[in-house]
């Protein structure tokens, strides 16, 4: 007698069905936090290779320059620049400014300029493993990484890769090789000023020209200057060199020429008058008031970090609006 085929019942192949899918999910979850995890702890240690933004300008045809310097090697300037223009609660929150948040989304709420509140920490993890740009699917990765840096790295690695991998002019990345590019030398001997120079382009690297910056930008960086000693003064930067022998903090220098590159592709400036003096005034109305920005005028120019002389190519306008908190619009 022939033996009758066996028959699964619809609702066993159903349950067969969702138990194979579950199983897919689960190890595609498994591997996403096993990669992500992985490559956090890798760049603990070892120097981002590449990122989403340099691939775009090699695919541009662009070229990248990079050249990694690690804190101890870098001015410390330098750290209080990125400190007092883009985070200055970087040592004080843990990896979120949630009254930032909430100021950015007021005033997007309100109609105003669109802008996000992004610390130094979400910067990193959106250079270092995201791309540019906005939506909430990008925004909720750059939180899930935000939370891996903070936990894995602290806070001295996050300032490190940042100050290495952010932007500072097209195909220009970190605050070495914009160095060399804009003065001349690398990042171990800057000024207070050119610091400022550098951190003053970091919102917008493709617009801005850290050498003779005019209108807001230059307005914008006089700010900045001032800003570093009350960042040393209030240890602002206290994290960044705790348990370390950080550099010594450095009398506020003397405005010095700002050095122009034969073959810059966008950056052109005027160098000031022999006969030109700094007025140090707007530093100590700045230190009064770290937020307040320092407004040049023709009696008291301030710090100046170029001269005054007609628009530049990369100045679109005179008064262009208020700069994005993080390295990012949006």
Request: charged share 20%; hydrophobic share 40%; proline share 9%.
């Amino acid at each position: 007698m022939a033996k009758r085929p066996t028959t699964i019942p619809a609702y066993k192949r159903k349950r067969s069905s969702k138990s194979g899918i579950g199983r897919f999910l689960f190890k595609l979850i498994l591997w996403f936090f096993l990669i992500t995890i992985g490559l956090v702890v890798i760049y603990r240690f070892v120097p981002p290779p590449i990122t989403a933004t340099m691939v775009g300008d090699l695919v541009a045809g662009r070229g990248i320059d990079k050249d990694w310097m690690s804190l101890d090697e870098m001015d410390r300037d330098m750290v209080s620049a990125a400190i007092g223009a883009e985070d200055s609660k970087f040592c004080a929150h843990q990896g979120f400014d949630w009254d930032a948040i909430q100021d950015a989304a007021k005033r997007n709420a309100s109609g105003g300029r669109i802008r996000g509140g992004s610390t130094i920490s979400q910067q990193t993890a959106k250079n270092v493993f995201l791309w540019q740009g906005g939506g909430y699917f990008r925004k909720g990765m750059e939180a899930y990484f935000t939370f891996l840096i903070e936990k894995i790295w602290g806070k001295r690695r996050i300032m490190e890769v940042y100050l290495n991998v952010a932007e500072t002019g097209i195909g220009t990345y970190g605050a070495n090789a914009g160095s060399m590019r804009y003065f001349g030398h690398d990042a171990s001997a800057m000024t207070a000023t050119e610091a400022a120079r550098i951190a003053a382009v970091l919102p917008l690297p493709k617009k801005r020209g850290a050498i003779a910056p005019k209108g807001f930008t230059r307005r914008y960086g006089n700010s900045i200057a001032a800003r570093i000693g009350v960042v040393g003064r209030d240890g602002l930067d206290a994290c960044v060199y705790q348990g370390t022998v950080a550099p010594p903090q450095k009398a506020p220098p003397k405005v010095t020429k700002p050095t122009v590159i034969p073959g810059d592709e966008y950056e052109t400036a005027t160098p000031p008058p022999p006969e030109e003096t700094v007025d140090t005034t707007a530093i100590n109305e700045v230190a009064a008031d770290p937020l307040a920005p320092a407004e040049p005028s023709a009696d008291q120019p301030g710090v100046l970090l170029g001269p005054p002389p007609e628009q530049s190519p990369v100045e679109q306008t005179q008064d262009e609006p208020g700069p994005a908190p993080g390295n990012e619009v949006g």
